[in-house]
């Protein structure tokens, strides 16, 4: 008898998808089972497992064309066909579920001739051009003509036939061809499952039927947003990679990070020698549960981008060219610099910035170099700009920095309350998956002053959205709870057992009080009481609720503070330790967890713990040799402005890039042009590093050896597929640096620095990349308490012990609309661009986003004169730049938006210095402005056209070529 | 008909039937009786209204023979190819309408009257061959009779 739960083979397709839940699967919950003979095998499988599926759990595998197990069995190809004793005919596998007792016969003469007429029938309306077809060697119907032995096709090729069908090419990544489409609808079912896009159809009936993107158009026409789901799915040449069309199939591969957002997708990296020539998303990937999104999948060009920076180079002020040296002498001249600086201005007068988008090893050797080689905390790392306030507000009420669940926890939500973040844009995969859910009947809440797509979408539609007023956050998550405990809706008990009784008590007379009242607030949210009254009952009693959040909540004045209010929210109503619910931060960048688990901040050591703390100090004084500073360092704000005031002289910054993304522009490049030495590290010559005097070149993810932690605390391997391009890994590079620097580092391969890290961090106890190898990937803590990681925190105790409520009073922002400053600017993300676009603006993905827009609401287009495509000025207190209108109902009346992934476009020019009170987080979602026509023939603003200039007089300094790229 | 009218149409035939049940074939029903076709451009209105997506409603308009992209003539004649009506000379009677309108099948009169279309079996199989004629079916025809049934429904027109 064999017993069989769950398949171990990511690389092999069981027909149709688990009768099981991957999160009871996880928490071993029982189920039912069946017992029956599959070719006289005994075997038994969870109840409602088709017999296709029960049968390749046994490696007996039934010839199939339309099942793939993504997505539900769909019973059209008839090949799968099996015979069952005692019942009539001859039933589809894919769709008939396993029963006990069942005796199946999957193998006999009938069922060979069936199945070879079958072929016989797709065969003759297929060309017969396998040996010169880009599917070869990977193509299910070349496999099945094979298994079922065609030898011949007696209908002939004559007849009627669909050979002459055109290609559609329009999409840049994948191509459509009809011509080998044999109309199994996997590609429909994919995108309408698995993404969730409902961009396909099958057009017409019987011979007629096709494929049809939107209304019969070319793919980049639809709604298609170009996630690959589509193309992975489909089991002949149909839809393929034009990467493969162009190099052929891979000859090995190996399982990766992508080094996009903070969903932390597993990727197969495929490969031919060193060249990647496709990357697959990998079904064991318990982030991406086999998904991907148009960047992960394709955007990879910038890997092998023209522009990348492959040798190190120096020069002695920014107005001069740059000199091309080798690795050892851009060290040394870097270290004289920085040494040189110290002795003349002091010991802290130096610093650096890790990255978000480097591998916690990475980050690891930034902050030991500066702790122990600059012998400073001038360390700081880019989630001070976006996910800072969820470090601070989170371990405050909760206990540690980080969100509460898994992925897979959105499986088990009845009620899901989106803040301020925009996942089918800004995580797609994520937000594929909570798509799903909320097909499946889980309600939807949206907080945001813009309609996202989640608001109303095919199938999607929520129930509130409650549209506030950028800045009014915590009035808003106050409103909630004060509702919420004026109906007394919430969960005593819960509080009683689980949260410090003191602080509730003050908490919830804070709470009670009629500022917190959905009658009050109205005016300050502009959120209708009603509205967000019922929106509270529905989050307060309508099952399983988990709250998702992202910079909407974090970039404010009070980010913190609105953190804070999530938490409490969370307790008040029982939502956390269990799956399902919980406090979600969807993370920016890749390793923003990672970044900040491995102690980037001025006032942290590793794993969340005080420089202040002596104990802790010493244990790392140990390790490592050195002695530590007890006071807290600069932030990157406090760094700027130290520069400016001519006190903070030398900067190492690897991997970001503060000139484009950092608030205020202007003062960033004042303080940029202050530093005596600016050493950047990165692949590209970002806007940053045309203000440096030292550039090294950094690897991207493909090139290093590492690991990368996302959202959900998962820390997953990053692996080498090709070698750097600039001779080093970027470990390598700060090991470099720091040896120069008198502090000696001598690491021959990463994982030694990640034995480093499980010793001296109390959550990483347990990891060590011999378990990553094995497991794939693991979710901190993983220690002695916790030997297999942490799917979801805070089960029968808070972190913290108890949790604590913090009274969360309301101060609205300075950043006040007047008169002269009457709408409110606010930023967000595109789903084909990243961040500030260094790699997605080197790929395709222009096709989609060439240019950051303003949207504008008609009403406030029509009192200016405003149509869409036209230039217009937007000045804020800050100063002013040019973009081009979008007159849409996307947006509010009094509120702009506008994305941040073109430098030229100055969306940071505008941004203010203001920021969160406890992490200096900047305030980017808030900045008054005037927008107006620009009546001139100028297209840019006065600092764009200095941007220009400078930009153009820079890169001819490195010697690039200054050709445009364009897609 | 213009184009605001049509629009019309299409967001009357929503309002009236979006509350039902699988509302998109009552509403794509009206449309096609309104409007004699579905107009592409209103799909995405359809779609919107039922949260669907365009693909998926022109999924179902073109799966259906009943749903047409183009408008149809003033009348749509039917001829029934199906078994019994061509064991009973239903090919002459193909024949002969086609002749008489100077069009084929799915195409419609120069004039923009008529348009003439194939169906599977009107049910009325004992008295074949037949055709139908808008909602009106006529049975036992010969070629002269559905001549002169076809110079009819042209005079009524004049």
Redesign the interface.
């Known amino acids: 008898m064999i017993r069989v739960e769950h398949p171990n083979d990511p690389n092999k397709d069981y027909g149709t998808p688990s009768a099981v839940s991957l999160n009871d699967l996880a928490d071993g919950v029982a189920f039912e089972t069946v017992t029956g003979t599959i070719d006289g095998v005994d075997i038994t499988v969870p109840k409602g497992t088709s017999i296709m599926r029960a049968s390749a759990l046994v490696d007996i595998n039934i010839p199939k064309l339309c099942a793939t197990d993504s997505v539900k069995a769909f019973g059209s190809c008839r090949l799968c066909l099996v015979q069952i004793e005692g019942r009539r005919g001859f039933p589809a596998s894919c769709t008939t579920p396993f029963e006990d007792g069942m005796v199946v016969t999957t193998q006999n003469t009938e069922l060979a001739d069936i199945r070879r007429g079958v072929m016989e029938l797709y065969i003759s309306d297929h060309p017969l051009d396998c040996l010169t077809c880009s599917a070869n060697g990977d193509c299910e119907l070349q496999d099945m003509a094979g298994v079922v032995g065609l030898r011949e096709v007696r209908y002939g090729y004559e007849g009627e036939n669909h050979l002459d069908e055109v290609k559609d090419e329009s999409n840049p990544y994948f191509t459509f061809d009809p011509s080998k489409c044999i109309t199994c609808s996997r590609c429909v079912r994919a995108c309408e499952e698995t993404q969730g896009t409902f961009a396909l159809t099958i057009e017409n009936r019987g011979f007629a039927s096709k494929v049809s993107p939107g209304q019969s158009e070319a793919f980049i026409d639809s709604e298609c947003v170009s996630c690959g789901a589509c193309v992975q799915a489909c089991p002949t040449a149909t839809l393929s990679e034009k990467s493969i069309i162009e190099a052929g199939q891979p000859e090995h591969s190996k399982v990766t990070t992508c080094a996009y957002c903070g969903v932390g997708c597993a990727f197969k990296a495929e490969m031919q020698g060193d060249k990647v020539v496709r990357m697959t998303p990998y079904k064991d990937g318990k982030a991406n549960r086999g998904h991907s999104c148009v960047k992960g999948r394709f955007a990879i060009g910038y890997a092998t981008h023209k522009e990348r920076m492959t040798e190190p180079m120096i020069r002695d002020s920014i107005n001069e060219p740059w000199r091309t040296v080798d690795w050892d002498e851009a060290f040394e001249f870097a270290a004289s610099k920085l040494k040189g600086i110290q002795a003349k201005y002091g010991r802290k007068s130096i610093g650096g910035i890790s990255s978000s988008r480097c591998t916690n090893e990475e980050v690891w050797l930034v902050q030991k170099m500066i702790r122990a080689g600059f012998g400073n905390n001038n360390v700081d790392t880019c989630a001070r700009v976006c996910h800072s306030p969820t470090g601070y507000g989170l371990k405050q009420t909760l206990g540690e920095s980080a969100g509460t669940q898994n992925f897979d926890s959105v499986e088990d939500c009845d009620v899901v309350m989106v803040m301020g973040a925009n996942p089918t844009d800004a995580h797609p995969v994520f937000g594929s998956r909570l798509k799903k859910r909320l097909r499946e009947g889980a309600r939807l809440i949206v907080v945001d002053p813009r309609r996202i797509d989640l608001v109303k979408s095919p199938h999607i539609q929520s129930d509130y959205h409650l549209k506030l007023m950028p800045g009014t956050n915590v009035a808003f998550i106050n409103t909630m709870a004060h509702i919420i405990v004026r109906e007394k809706l919430f969960d005593a008990d819960f509080v009683a057992e689980r949260c410090e009784t003191e602080a509730f008590k003050e908490w919830m007379t804070f709470i009670q009080d009629e500022k917190n009242s959905p009658e009050y607030n109205e005016a300050v949210t502009g959120i209708p009481a009603q509205d967000i009254i019922e929106a509270a009952r529905l989050y307060a009693t309508g099952g399983n609720a988990a709250i998702y959040y992202g910079l909407g909540v974090t970039e404010h004045s009070q980010g913190s503070t609105t953190v804070m209010g999530i938490a409490n929210l969370a307790m008040l109503t029982g939502n956390i330790g269990k799956r399902g619910v919980g406090v979600n931060p969807l993370r920016g960048q890749n390793n923003v967890q990672g970044s900040c688990d491995m102690g980037s901040f001025p006032h942290e050591l590793p794993g969340y713990r005080p420089v202040s703390d002596d104990a802790v100090r010493a244990s790392f004084e140990q390790a490592w040799g050195a002695e530590l500073d007890g006071e807290p360092g600069y932030r990157i704000n406090n760094m700027l402005d130290a520069a400016c005031a001519g006190k903070y002289k030398g900067l190492y910054v690897q991997g970001e890039d503060i000139a484009q993304s950092d608030p205020n522009t202007k003062h960033v490049e004042e303080a940029l042009r202050n530093l005596d030495c600016l050493i950047v590290q990165d692949i590209f010559l970002n806007e940053t590093a045309k203000f440096a005097t030292v550039f090294l070149p950094g690897s991207s993810f493909l090139e290093k050896n590492g690991t990368f932690t996302n959202a959900e605390r998962r820390i997953s391997p990053v692996r080498k597929v090709m070698e750097p391009m600039g001779g080093k890994e970027d470990w390598e590079v700060t090991m470099g640096l720091c040896n120069a620097m008198g502090y000696e580092m001598n690491y021959s391969h990463p994982s030694e620095i990640m034995d480093e890290i499980a010793a001296l961090t109390p959550t990483f106890t347990n990891v060590s990349y011999e378990r990553l190898d094995k497991e794939g990937s693991i979710q901190w803590p993983c220690n002695d308490e916790s030997p297999e990681g942490t799917p979801v925190m805070h089960i029968d105790e808070f972190v913290r012990g108890k949790g604590l409520f913090k009274v969360t009073e309301y101060v609205p922002t300075d950043e006040k609309v007047t008169r002269r400053f009457p709408l409110i600017l606010t930023t967000g993300r595109i789903l084909s661009q990243y961040n500030v676009g260094a790699q997605t603006r080197r790929t395709d993905n222009n096709v989609w986003h060439n240019q950051d827009l303003l949207e504008i609401h008609p009403s406030d287009a029509n009192d200016r004169g405003i149509t869409t495509g036209d230039r217009i000025k937007i000045q804020s207190r800050s100063g002013e730049t040019h973009l081009t209108a979008k007159v849409t109902e996307r947006v509010q009346p009094s509120v702009v938006y506008t994305t941040f992934h073109h430098p030229e476009s100055g969306a940071n020019v505008i941004t203010t210095d203001n920021s969160d009170w406890a992490t200096n987080c900047p305030e980017y979602k808030v900045t008054a402005v005037q927008v107006a026509k620009v009546m001139s023939d100028d297209k840019n603003s006065d600092w764009q056209d200095q941007f220009e200039e400078f930009s153009e007089r820079q890169v001819e300094y490195a010697g690039l070529d200054t050709e445009e790229e364009t897609a | 008909m213009i184009a605001s009218t049509k629009h019309q149409a299409v967001l009357t035939a929503i309002n009236d039937n979006k509350e039902l049940e699988g509302a998109l074939l009552p509403i794509l029903h009206q449309i096609q009786h309104d409007l004699g076709h579905i107009p592409?451009e209103h799909?995405a209105d359809i779609?919107e209204a039922l949260?669907?997506?365009?693909?998926?409603v022109?999924?179902v308009v073109?799966?259906y023979h009943t749903f047409t992209t183009k408008p149809h003539g003033q009348h749509v004649i039917e001829v029934c190819r199906a078994e019994s009506c061509q064991a009973k000379g239903g090919r002459e009677i193909e024949a002969a309408v086609k002749e008489a309108l100077g069009v084929d099948y799915e195409q419609t009169t120069d004039d923009g009257q008529i348009t003439l279309e194939p169906v599977y079996c009107l049910g009325n199989c004992a008295c074949s061959p037949s055709i139908k004629i808008d909602s009106q079916i006529y049975g036992r025809l010969t070629t002269q009779s559905v001549e002169d049934l076809i110079q009819s429904l042209r005079s009524e027109q004049h």
């Open positions: 592409s799909v779609a949260n669907l997506s365009r693909a998926e022109h999924g073109s799966f």
